[in-house]
């Protein structure tokens, strides 16, 4: 396990039952929102062209990030799909083991398309993981950091998946209980291989509706991670104009942010946490 993983109290409260049944219907709001706010999203901060990979969450496929590649496209970025289909589609596992292999593979299928970008373009990728996809994009910062500029995690299970809506269900897949020393492995794959050195920024919400607050921050090198509360459902992560908002004030270099992303008003919307922990 790389040292830049540090332990933190297990908070393995799930999230609130009525965030959960309120998720759907907040990301209609969330979209709706986006739609209204266009001309605000419009004016803000212009990137400088690199590439952004954007990596879906669990049984999600490249559909389900468009409107944030749309989103990261308008602002002058290169925002590409990952390319690989349906996250999770094709895991057929009997214990957390077998997904962790599943991982494996995912992560490295993932990093042969993030070197052949790196290689086109010259320049080191961005990567904006949702959910699951967070798990792998910060997973592949520690391996691959040659070809990574940052990582970015929206909504992202950092913890044990006990603290997740969908635990009972997940764990219906499997013919064995699962044990701690399992739990422990799943947590920890993520931050396997070398020594921390790229930037990830981690956005999660209070009233996600799936994955609770407790395991949703990034317990990485404080050097390195930045966590940070949103405004948002789960599902939401990838249509939320404050989600956006943050993107673009955050991709960009220090004198080009809007000073009102950092200003008392946005408080209610966006919260910095923690510099790790």
């Known amino acids: 396990m790389s040292n830049s993983y540090q332990h933190m109290p297990a908070d393995l409260r799930p999230p609130q039952l009525r965030h959960s049944m309120l998720e759907f219907s907040r990301v209609v709001l969330e979209i709706g929102s986006t739609v209204l706010l266009g001309p605000l999203l419009k004016r803000l901060p212009k990137g400088d062209g690199h590439t952004i990979m954007t990596l879906p969450g669990f049984m999600g496929a490249d559909g389900s990030t468009a409107q944030l590649r749309k989103f990261l496209n308008n602002r002058g970025y290169h925002a590409i799909p990952w390319g690989l289909g349906r996250n999770g589609a094709n895991v057929r596992s009997r214990n957390i083991d077998d997904f962790l292999q599943h991982r494996t593979a995912m992560e490295d299928a993932i990093a042969e398309r993030v070197r052949a970008a790196y290689v086109a373009s010259g320049r080191k990728l961005t990567l904006i993981g949702w959910s699951l996809g967070g798990l792998y994009a910060v997973a592949l910062a520690h391996r691959f950091p040659e070809w990574i500029r940052e990582v970015i995690t929206l909504g992202t299970p950092y913890g044990d998946p006990r603290g997740t809506a969908l635990y009972s269900v997940m764990g219906s897949l499997y013919d064995n209980d699962v044990d701690e020393e ?43 991670v930045t966590n940070v509360a949103v405004l948002a ?9 404050v989600v956006f908002a943050v993107l673009a004030n955050h991709l960009v270099a220090p004198h080009q942010r809007w000073a009102v992303c950092r200003s008392a008003h946005m408080r209610p919307f966006v919260r910095e946490v923690s510099a790790g922990l």
Do not use: Q
């Open 233 to 241: 459902s789960h599902v939401g992560f990838p249509f939320n104009p």
């Open 182 to 224: 399992a739990l422990a492995r799943w947590v920890a794959h993520t931050y396997r291989g070398g020594a921390l050195s790229v930037p990830v920024l981690a956005l999660y919400s209070e009233s996600d509706g799936i994955v609770g607050a407790g395991i949703a921050k990034c317990p990485g090198d404080p050097r390195f």
